[in-house]
């Protein structure tokens, strides 16, 4: 199976990520964000893997380390779970309605880490989430999953409604992107 058990711990935070690439189950997510634990909830479901979070941050300053740190250790379990990505898809996208907005993302599970986010938000905050901290996020799992990441806002006006649109999209496009079509490494170079 494809999973990954790893720790972070830091003088801002102390992370367990329990990443099952293979089996969708109930995950528990704990950070201390409710709106943010709920974003990994929906992104883990549309992605079809199990997901287990823990997070102790330091939130009496804000959400920043919290929300940046599952972030690198997200994207360092799932790249340690995909491995040599032998026979995977690849490639993922995804438009995501919700209400009045709608997302785009596209993903590469390249080995050449990037991200474009084109989005603003009306509003500072969902609930205790600082809405510019969806960026970071994206950033950090892409940057530590070695996944290229394109997340496109086409449109809406309910912030809450924007991120998590996001977040599935980013969840479906995963999906696709880890599924295991066949044997080998999908690029002509043989290596990723």
Do not use: W
Request: hydrophobic content about 40%; charged content about 20%; some cysteine.
């Amino acid at each position: 199976m494809r999973e990954t058990i790893l720790e972070r711990t830091t003088k801002e935070t102390d992370i367990q990520v329990r990443v099952n690439l293979d089996q969708r189950g109930e995950g528990q997510i704990h950070t201390g964000i409710g709106f943010f634990d709920h974003m990994l909830t929906a992104f883990a479901f549309r992605a079809g893997i199990t997901l287990h979070v823990t997070c102790k941050g330091d939130l009496q300053v804000d959400g920043h380390h919290t929300v940046e740190d599952v972030g690198i250790t997200l994207g360092q379990a799932m790249g340690q779970a995909l491995g040599d990505k032998d026979g995977i898809r690849r490639f993922g996208s995804a438009a995501i309605p919700m209400d009045e907005a709608l997302v785009n993302c596209v993903l590469d599970i390249s080995g050449r880490p990037y991200l474009v986010f084109n989005a603003q938000f009306s509003t500072q905050k969902v609930g205790d989430f600082e809405t510019e901290l969806t960026e970071e996020f994206f950033r950090a799992v892409a940057l530590h999953s070695g996944i290229t990441l394109h997340i496109n806002l086409a449109y809406g006006r309910n912030t809450h409604h924007m991120i998590e649109a996001m977040f599935k999209a980013f969840g479906e496009a995963l999906g696709q992107a880890i599924l295991q079509t066949g044997e080998g490494i999908p690029s002509t170079k043989g290596v990723l």
